[in-house]
């Protein structure tokens, strides 16, 4: 297989429909998670129009207003121009919420139950979840997400903190990177599309975006040949759950490592941690990270998968892509007595029963420092254990 290749990711901003769901449904488990750490939360949310739908499962002891809830949501999005139509004070709320499956909640809980093999808590669901690690960028990420990711954020400063007023917060990015000898050289093309005020000129818009790429992305990889591909449909004004509808979990791929590295299909926002969809993911990526930090290998893949209602994984398996130190069955033995992969001692290593789930949100779950599975500190520990 060569080496030589052109890869692209993609990301979207906070104002993408199915990102404003993932928000809104984040916001609904952190303010469960708030007054009950307890809380069991599988939040779904539906926007379209000017309307949204929540539906799921929540058991808590919480007490919630949740029109407030999601109103605020959509604020801090930025959803309040006069001419929204998604509009934080003017949406229609439906609430179909009930409360967790008794069949589920036995097998997640840390108690005995009729058919039950063990009174440990068990795996919210079964399901197979993958952690990636790679030396391409500082936060140990693949290039081209990080890139994309990078536009979107800077995008989003220029229209709330600079308050460049024909912004709107819909949005999307993508960056095409060309590898030699497995080695990213150059960027070939830059898309953005930005959801703006009616009437301002595309040529502005242009030039404004071509600003912030060349601001952001690292300027040896930027060349003559490069392309910029800027609002290409000519104008997009209509964005935004108003232009297309918007549902939880339908951005995984944004969320994670960009198309480079596998996904287990799981998705994250909504999720309490006992959700091994998202709690595993997490520890999967906190694994391969320290592994990679601790120069183990140049890259990391590593799989897990559970069955519900069972306290340990099914199977774990690394793949270093034969640039570990070592053999990938040594890593491994060293990742499985650093790292207890019981659901239930995830949930402790990382302390994730608390309300942090806001903040991973938008341009994607890893590489925020502020987040546990982010932490390098196992890095010696994992060497001292080979």
Known sequence: MSNNFIFSSESVGEGHPDKVADYISDSVLDACLTQDPNSRVACETLVKSNCVVLAGEISTNAKLNYEEIVRQAIRE????????????????????????????????????ATGKKTAEQGAGDQGIMFG?????????????????????????????????????????????LEYVDGKPVAIKNV??????????????????????ARKVLPAELLTDQTEYLINPTGNFVIGGPQGDAGLTGRKIIVDTYGGWARHGGGAFSGKDPSK?????????????????AAGLADACELQVAYAIGHPYPTSVHIDTFGTGIVSDAQIAAAAQKVFSFKPADIVTQLDLLRPI???????????????PWESTAKADELKAAL
Not at 81 to 107: C, Y
Request: with cysteine; hydrophobic share 40%; proline share 3%.
């Open 77 to 112: 999005i930025g959803y309040t121009n006069d001419d929204d139509v998604f509009h934080a004070d003017k949406v229609f709320i439906s609430n179909i919420l009930t409360a967790q499956s008794s069949d589920i909640a036995q097998g997640v809980d840390a108690a005995e």
């Open 132 to 176: 990636y690690a790679c030396n391409q960028t500082p936060e140990l990420m693949p290039a081209a997400i990080m890139y994309a990711h990078r536009l979107l954020r800077e995008i989003a400063y220029q229209r709330k903190q600079l308050i460049v007023d024909w912004l709107r917060p819909d949005v999307k990015s993508q960056v095409a």
């Open 191 to 212: 898309v953005i599309s930005t959801q703006h005020a009616e009437g301002k000129p595309h040529a502005e818009i242009e030039a404004f975006c071509k600003e912030i």
């Open 276 to 292: 091994v969809d998202r709690s595993a993911a997490y520890f999967t990526r906190w694994v391969a990270k320290n592994i990679v």
């Open 357 to 371: 789930y806001r903040e991973s949100t938008h341009y994607g779950h890893f590489a925020k420092d502020n987040l």
